[in-house]
Each structure stands twice: as C-alpha cells, then as structure tokens.
C-alpha cells in the first residue's frame, strides 16, 4: 500500500517544522539531546520557537525549560525523544495527546518488547513517529538539522541529492560525493514508525529533490516500498539502491536444490530489476552515481551503450576488463565511424574501447574529432573518458590533462552524456571542472563510472503493477480447498508434501507432469508398468527429498523381470543408507527420452511472496548453478526473459548443432504457472524443485519427472502464515 497521508504530513513537519520540543537534554551533562540542540542554533534556528522539556532545571544550554510535555504550545511540530527505551513509549503517548506532530526517537538498546510497543503505537498514532535507534534527519535545503551529534555532517553543501538509509554510518557517503549537494539526509534507523518507503513517496514531492539515494538493511513492505519508486518515477526523479546485509531466504536449512542457488539476495536483485532501480554494490559506487545523476545539464541516457576513449592501451584493456563486470555494452563502432577514423588516426587500431593516443602522426584537430566521431556513432549511448584527474597532480600535469579535455568537449558536442573518468578512486582535482564544458562529470574510478553510466541509462520503465491472474488457474473455492489441505499437512508433519499432493497441486496448476503411478508393492508396478517399457522407477518416501542421491532412482526399466530387480535394488539401497526412513512404496513412470534436462523451483519468503527460478536442470544443479531469478507471480513477457538469461537457452536454439532448435514456449508456460503456485501459497510451501523438467528436443514439450515441495514449517512464534487474497 501507498504511504499514509498523514505520514506524508507528519514527514512534512518533522522536515520543515516551525516548532521543535526537545525532551531528554540534561543539565548536568552533555547529552544526545544537547547536541541536537546545539546544531539547531548553530544553523539559526529561531530559539523563541525551540522548547526544552525537563521536570527540574530552570534553563538547559541558556534556554527556559518548559516543565512537562503537557505545557508545550500546541500543535508543536516535531519532538526530539532523546530517552532510555523503558521511557520513550510512555512519552510519545504524552505527545499525541498534547497534540504533537511528529516525533524523532534516536534511541538505541530497546529489547524486543519495547520496539513491539512502540511500532504498534506508531501504526495506530495519528503522530509521524521516526526511528528509533537513528542518527536524525537533516534538512540541507532550509537549514534544519535534526541530527544528534554536534556538528558532524550538519554542514553539507545544498543541493538536489536527498539521501535516505538504514544505516547511520552510511549517512557518511554524503562526504565521498564530489560536486554534488544535498537537499536531505534522513537516517531511519529502525523504522517502527515511518519507513524508507514513506520518505521515498514525500520526497517526489519534494521541490529541493532531484536524485535519491537509498541505503537498505530490509524492506518491511514490499508494496508501499514500489509505491514509494512509482511516485518517484512518476516525478522524474532517479532513485539508486545500495542493499546491505542478507535477507532470510539462505538463512535457513534447505531441503529443495531452490534453497541453496537462491542466493540470498536474490529477492532483492530481483525487486530492484522489476522496479528498474539501480543497485550498487558499494558506498563509493553510490557516491559517485548520485553525482553523475545530480550533474547539471546533464544530457539523458538513452541506454547502456558506452564508447570508451582513452590516451592510453594500457588504460583501454583495463577498461574493457572493468566494463564486463558491470551491466553496460561496449559495442564495435559502425563501419563508417571506423572509416573515418582510420583515415584520422594513422597506424591506430580502431577499437572500443579506442586508444585515441595511438596514432603518433595525428595532429590534435584530428585527435579532437576522433573523441566527436566516436561520440557520435550510432551505437554510443554515453561516453567515457579515461585519463589521470587525481587531486594531486602537478601543474604541468594539469596542463597535460587541459589539453586532452579539449577532445572531451568535442565529444560533447554529440549532445550525449560524457564523463571524465579517473583512472583511480583518489579524489580529483578540481581544476578539472574548468577544463571541461557544462554537463561532463568527472568521477572517481573507472568501474564507478560505469556503474554511474549504467545507473542513468534506469529508471525509465513505468513501475509494473501486479500482474492480471491468467485463465486456467485454480478459483478462489478451489484455491481454498487446496490451501487448508496443505495447512492441515504441514500442521501434522514438517517437510515435503506427499507425492499424491504435490500432483494435485501441479496438476491444478496445469503443469504438465510425466504420467506417473504411485504403487505399495512390485505386483501393481508389473500391473501399471505393462505396456508402457520403458520405464523409470523411484522410492516413494517422505523421508528422502533427493532420491537420486542414495540409489532411490532406477532408469531405463525396459521388461518386468528388470522391474523387479529395480525395485529391490531400490529397497536395498534406500534402506542401507537411511534405515530410519519410511518407505510407503514406488513411483513408476513413463521414461521420456530425446530431451534437455531443464530445472524449475521457487523459495517462499515472507516480505517478497516467493522467488522463482529456472535453468538447467538434472542432478548436477547445484554444480552447474545455471540459474535466473524473478519475483513471483512472472509475466510470461518476465518468463520467457529469465529462460532467456540461462545457458540452458543457448542448448535449447541449438548451440553449436548439438540438438535441434527447441521451442521455449512450453517451459515459460510452466514457470509462469509455477509463479502463481508459488504466490498463492506464500506462508505454506517453503520452496519447491521441479527437476528435472524435460523438455523435449525441437517441439520444447514439457514434461516434469521429479517434484519436490517442501511444506513451511509452522512457528511457535509465528503460527500466523501470510493469508493470500
């Protein structure tokens, strides 16, 4: 859901207020309370309209004390809850009812119970609570610190940049980012009250805001969090992401092969892909990447398409190493660019990334065109220029430099956007700023740059709503009946789902299974299995989630009397190597051959729903890891994109004639479908394997062999799961 309105009005106040209170300043002693009150008067904020509560002293810091909350003015526009955790609830309750606003509640060390309390008194409040355990807020803009440390970072530049985290240290990346001000810096901390997602929907709002930064620990609301980017696209305003730390999904022991290629992660990657908002690995990446994006005149990014320009081999390897790790393409120049640079640049090859130095007998007009030419080739997006910018460099080495820039701004002049790239992470000269035209950034470090470059080219697509729930699905009555059977399963007994369920499931989701019988004894196998040879044989166990693994699997069954021997090597293995494990009997299925093992699965998380994916399949999964990843429930458009990143994809259109050309439509089909089997039992099946999927040489028919679903286990101190509409 979107932010509340009266979150947006008390983010309003706590941003802009004309009235603070601040409760938890000592007489005695420098305290966190002090400090922010320090900051406040050193930025000039009017002290007739700062309060400072507090039951005994006379004045704190040469300010009158006002005795009690109760005798604050009121309608007071936001209080500093600067208190042991055991006080803070007890004050906040205090401040509603006087009227309050808003409320900043640094505090660090509640224990469980009291950040519970406190979160659900800020949901019910019609006051804007913030924190706890947070650095403050800073408005950069008008001059309003709210901040609890006494003049660290409160004197930031003014700009467009508004950086919101998690985190209070990474508040810090605001000094790694060159030529970039900042309109607000707003640390959330724990967010029992307002949340990143609240900030995000208030700041496209904001006048002063061009670019936002975001720095996550987690996300408690996946739907208000996309609300929050939608305002912001909607607003024009670029938005950039730095996760920190793990989410759930790795975090605990996995039955299904999903749970250990899901990378923890991955739900995250994923969101941020759908949202297309750029993720960042580091804080230099986003400190560089906020200033790219807040540069002025900065021409927009049509895509991920970078020509590279250096003065230097060396310097164009190095880049052309970096740039394959980073989501950009440096793609050849056309034949005609490549025609008229050879006649420019004598004796140089003509390559991107282009060693523009190469040629010894180009004279600098012609050195200055190559830079245009290349800028301009239709197949450049951006620009990127390599060469030494480090702040400290000498005057003749700044003169050096005054002349390369020359070719910089040539390439300006194709009207994309251009960067200085510093062949290190040292900050830079600021001389550089007079060397180049309006609009060219000069940044720290040749993989920064590309991650900024990368970052401009997002941010473009509309933010995709909930997908329309396809025909062909289980309705609401029948969805019910099969939800409340897996509850009632997974109620009685933790781990997989039994293998009668599980085809009732796939099969209600039309997914197409390999025709199949389950059997007590070898006499119904014979029965089931005349024929049909040949066949494939498995235990039957609820014990034994991989069965391949301990001998539980026998292929290639091609007469009854090999039926037997099958089964009774099966028995014989199995209970060699797990004697605890209950053996209700076998599977036996129709062996379908002339395919490619394909693997399709899902893990359920209880923020994202569940994360789905797809690649090669068989029983070395794990070792070939050949995975992609998306948020459930897929379009078939994002189905078909995932199959697509695989290598698997590249055997199914016939690589190198190994098999013939294989449709994909079928295994998109089914891990569309597989999706909305994952989204509407969020909170009841963990995760899921179906591996392998076969999918058959040419027509890409599908049909899957071996499925695994592992049913969420219940929680003493969760027993709730998430219900689905």
């Known amino acids: 859901m979107s932010a509340r309105p009266t979150r947006l009005t008390g983010i309003g106040s706590l941003l802009r207020p004309r009235t603070v209170a601040v409760v938890g300043a000592s007489a005695r002693r420098p305290a966190s309370g002090n400090q922010a009150i320090a900051n406040l008067r050193r930025h000039g904020f009017p002290e007739d309209r700062l309060y400072v509560v507090h039951p005994s002293a006379s004045t704190i810091d040469g300010l009158p004390v006002v005795p009690d909350i109760a005798a604050l003015p009121p309608g007071t526009d936001t209080a500093l809850v600067s208190l042991p955790g055991a006080a803070v609830l007890e004050t906040l309750k205090s401040l509603e009812a006087a009227g309050c606003r808003s409320a900043l509640v640094p505090s660090a060390g509640l224990d469980a119970l009291q950040s519970g309390e406190i979160a659900a008194f800020a949901a019910a409040s019609s006051m804007a609570v913030h924190g706890n355990n947070c650095m403050g807020v800073i408005n950069v803009t008008d001059g309003i610190p709210l901040w609890f440390y006494d003049g660290v970072l409160t004197d930031q530049r003014r700009g467009s940049v508004s950086l919101v985290s998690q985190s209070g240290s990474a508040t810090f990346l605001a000094r790694a980012t060159e030529d970039a001000g900042f309109a607000k810096i707003i640390s959330t901390g724990n967010e029992v009250g307002l949340t990143t997602a609240d900030y995000l929907a208030w700041l496209a709002h904001d006048s002063a805001t061009e670019v936002v930064g975001v720095v996550l620990e987690s996300i408690k609301d996946v739907a208000a969090f996309t609300e929050g980017v939608r305002a912001l696209r909607e607003a024009g305003k670029p938005v950039v992401a730095l996760k920190v730390g793990r989410t759930a999904l790795g975090s605990r022991a996995s039955m299904a092969h999903t749970g250990a290629l899901i990378g923890q992660d991955a739900a995250y990657s994923a969101l941020f892909e759908r949202l297309d908002v750029p993720l960042v690995d580091d804080y230099d990446e986003m400190a560089v990447t906020l200033q790219f994006l807040a540069t002025p005149a900065r021409p927009a990014t049509r895509g991920n398409r970078v020509a590279v320009i250096t003065d230097s081999g060396g310097e164009a390897g190095l880049a052309a190493d970096l740039a394959a790790r980073h989501p950009v393409r440096l793609e050849p120049f056309t034949p005609a660019t490549v025609a008229r640079l050879c006649e420019l640049m004598p004796d140089a090859s003509i390559n991107n990334p282009f060693d523009a130095g190469a040629s010894p007998t180009a004279d600098d007009d012609a050195y200055n065109l190559s830079y245009e030419l290349a800028a301009r080739d239709e197949n450049v997006d951006a620009v990127m220029v390599v060469m030494e910018a480090h702040d400290t460099m000498t005057d003749p080495e700044l003169d050096y430099a005054a002349d390369l820039c020359e070719g910089v701004k040539a390439a300006g002049r194709a009207g994309k956007p251009v960067v200085i790239a510093a062949s290190s992470s040292a900050n830079t000269h600021q001389r550089f700023r007079e060397f180049t035209a309006p609009g060219v950034a000069v940044l720290r470090g040749i993989g920064n740059a590309f991650t900024a470059l990368a ?48 085809r009732r499931l796939l099969t209600a989701y039309g997914l197409p299974l390999t025709a199949a019988a389950l059997v007590t004894d070898t006499e119904q196998a014979l029965q089931w299995a005349e024929g049909r040879y040949p066949v494939v044989a498995k235990v039957s166990s609820p014990d034994i989630p991989h069965r391949s693994d301990i001998g539980g699997v026998v292929i290639d069954i091609a007469g009854p009397e090999q039926l037997r021997a099958a089964l009774e090597r099966i028995t014989a293995s199995v209970t060699a190597a ?89 295994l998109a089909d089914a891990l569309h479908r597989l999706s909305w089997l994952a989204d509407d039992f969020t909170g009841l099946i963990a995760e899921a394997d179906l591996n392998p999927a076969l999918v058959e040489y040419g027509t890409g028919r599908v049909r899957i062999v071996d499925a695994l679903l592992v049913g969420e286990p219940v929680s003493d101190t969760d027993p709730d799961r998430k219900a689905r509409p």
């Open 455 to 502: 970052a401009s080219a997002a941010n473009t697509r509309p933010v995709p709503v909930r997908p329309r729930r396809p025909d062909g699905l289980p309705g609401p009555d029948t969805l019910a009946e099969l939800r409340s059977e897996v509850a009632s399963h997974t109620a009685a007994a933790a781990g997989p789902l039994p293998d009668a369920l599980c």
């Open 578 to 666: 797990r004697p605890d494990a209950v053996i209700k009997g076998f599977e036996i299925q129709d062996q379908v051959g002339g395919a490619h093992e394909a693997m399709l699965g899902f893990v359920g998380d209880p923020v994202f729903g569940a994360v789905v994916t797809v690649g090669s399949g068989g029983v070395l999964v794990e070792l070939e890891a050949d995975t992609a990843f998306g948020l459930a429930p897929l379009t078939p458009g994002e189905a078909h994109d995932r199959i697509a990143r695989t290598r698997m994809a590249r055997l199914l259109n016939g690589y190198r004639n190994l098999h013939p050309t294989t449709d994909t439509d079928a």
